[in-house]
């Protein structure tokens, strides 16, 4: 899944549950995380949905690797998105990248809110922290 | 008295839409939705009576203050005790933390505290606090597996530990479920224990006349009681509350202050320092007169058959499983479909206009004891109406068909 | 940026009378007035957008916490600050006891805290509280004879005693004294003493920045500053701050409750248990916007004007004697006339409409060091135009005719 | 002084600045406290002006004696109206009697406020209690 699919299925998609629809079909695609990795230091806090994150960088390629799963269906399709838009940059690139400006083209804009129950921002910013530290 | 089904019409949010469809607001668990003149009389403050409180000898001070001091008055007889029994806070947080602080003074490692497996954070975490301070011993009353309190067992508790303190909520606010507090506070009559009940739920669906209750504190927060944010208050029994430490200190609550030494004075004003919620104690006397205008059984019996009626249709959707008392409900369900997250149903029930909670109300360990991370939370008030019901189940019908 | 003069339209309660004569609002340090900009905001958050903050998915709370949450951006850039080091509270008075109580924990027998001569009670028995439970010693800075700050001296007095904590009023309340913070602060930072200022008159007057200061603490009420009652907030050097102990617990500042254990957020998160004052917040941000688009120097210039006219038509008048710092006042005159007491004199005033304090202006050590038993206060701000000096000048030779 | 004359003499003063001059001359006439009698235990507290208060019984009498004095003058003549109303009466007269009713009817009832720094409605209380525990 790439990023232009996601913006074009997005756009054909009238009304939020149409979107939302879309959204939690993204999620299905992004592979599911064995058990064994769903612990507690992968949460990322700020959601009341359960997030899990790992950011790593491929040395070879100095390219970002992100591997990230949710027990709900609409954060895991959201997740879905970050990563089709983080995957395979360079930190230096990630930390350039605005999610907020994606998002808002994609219209999800008020998923990235400083609403504590949603923690999508709080995926963000901890992505973005991460790739701080590795530029 | 006012017909109830007229009442919709003062409350100016209920017209707008949310996300294009007409606003349900089920969310009144929350916090209640304002009517018109609870917002003209904060209005109205602003605009031409804003003043500080006490010291002042101008007009507007005096008027300021007497408005203030009615609306003691107002609180007062709504829960049917002395003007001087109540004290003034930001809300029903900060009460706790008040009585947590000040019967927390005569704890040691010997005293024991008791709360409810329903209590929310506010009405845990600050007597935690209390036990941490003082050594004291946190006891949990039992709950019978249907998410109801077991209130023989409670009482049995109660009589085997004599614990110097009771906090229980009068309402679970992730529930709905009504608590048999009468008998419990009859049973910590005997044995010495103080009780507090967390009112925040209670204060605007049940109207307790706490004499008849007889239960030493009352907490109640504002924002739940069609009143503003950042205001609330608790009723002490006067000689109990007059005694108990001051919480905060400042101007106001003072007899004279020398650098070398204060003293304060009497109760309510020694807990109160400091420029007060004035525009929010007021809009809250407001609140409670509307309040005064709607005849309580009336309301109940509105809200109960609204919420029979919600309960009802919820129940014939195959895969809903509903938590808590639903005989002794004031009118929140709390749910859950299948094995879907509550945060999915929540968001997509958004998109139709639906305004309801999701997650664990602020109740984690209660949502540990019923074994799931969370609910979708729709409470209702008077101001919600049988088209509310239809448009919130239509939504969760449609919800369903999209993630089945 | 706007005209000075053309601002006061847009306070509506300068329109009115009292007692049958134009209002003439010169009580600004007891609280300011409200801009219709703030009053509009916080009647359409509550005809149109009420809703409790944070754990809410339905577009309605995330639209509140937006506001809640962009409110603390404006707050902190007015400060100029980072917005994560803004801490909402119900006012500076509990600003003061959350800051108290915290920075307390670190005390013992050995510890010194300073205040000065001028502080408001809210700065003074917060910190005696702290000193009875840890022993600590509470430190008076010096004071000139005039009623001004023995600067030297008290730079002096730190270097002697090297105390833990400065907490110091920027502008006195009582006096309108702009105190030279910056100097102490720097004489703090050399010998590790850690700064709290309370900005109560300052915020307003003089919009501090924050970082130029360099101090580790400031506290502020919305109400002193053209936003509503019942909310303030107080700012945090970010590494001091996180490390503070709560002091209020309840539901929102958590990170997870058990019934064993609860564990806490990072701050500002975990020092905001329980619903906030959402519409204080909000309205407080307005009154910010409101401010920001008036020139800082403008204001001040017109305020240092305002305040030179109506301290020399005081002075004028024979008896009258002015307490206080006349070169640096942010526009408070604060004054009595021969032996004619403070209550006799606003009581007659108020018969003109003029709206002044009188009394200890909840600095009553201030006031034995001063020798009287209270004054008469006029507060201006910048609504007020030279119609009020004019007036009040008036006011006070009819009331002098009256009792000489 | 009598109630009569007070009550006269308030209604012929036209304005609030009349009413205040009438009001201290009130004062002016109460007998000034001997400084020895000015002390703590005689200050009625929640007052911002300084008034001190004795409440006797006349023993054979069975009347209320009522000192007091302040050291604002417009608090004296508002302690001249009040001694006046209650000086004479029993105890159980003083319990019945109203100084609600009299400030209202001498257009004063906005000094009985439950403005703290005001007191006079704090002088009216601790008169109405001492005169109960006579009663
Ligand atoms: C200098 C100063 N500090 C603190 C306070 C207390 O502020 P608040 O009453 O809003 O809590 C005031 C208010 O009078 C003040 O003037
Ligand atoms: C039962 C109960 N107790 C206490 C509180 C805390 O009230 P507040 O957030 O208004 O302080 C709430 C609010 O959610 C509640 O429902």
Redesign the pocket.
Known sequence: MNIENITKKLSESHGWQAKYREIMLFGKQLPELPEALKVGSALVSGCDSKVWLYVDLDESAQQLVLIADSDTRIVKGLLAIIIAAYAGKTPEQASQFSAYTLFESLGLISHLSPSRGNGIRAIVDQIQMQANRLA | MTDIHSLRDDFPILDKSLNGQPLCYLDS???AQKPNKVIDVIKTFYQAENSNVHRGLHTLSKNATNRYEAARETIAKFLNVSAKEIVWT???????NFLAHGLSQALNENSKIAISPF?????IVPWQEACKRTGAQLLVLPMLENGVLDEAGAISLLQTHKPDILSI??????LGNIHPIESLIKACKTLGTKTVI????SFMHLRPDLVALDCDFY?F????ALGP?GV?GLYGRYNLLNTLPVYKTGGEMIQEVTFAHSTYRDAPGKFEPGTPNISGVIGLAAAVDYLNNISPSALQRYERALYQSLLQQLNQIKGVTVYGDTQNNVGIVSFNYKNEHHYDLATLLNTYGVAVRSGH??AQPLMNMLNVNGTVRASLAFYNNEADVEHFINALKATIELLD
């Open positions: 668990a929350a916090t930001s809300g029903a947080t900060e009460s706790l209590e929310h954070h506010a009405n909520g009068h309402v679970s606010n992730a967390d009112g925040a739920q907490v927060s504002a924002h739940k944010t609330g109300h602020c």
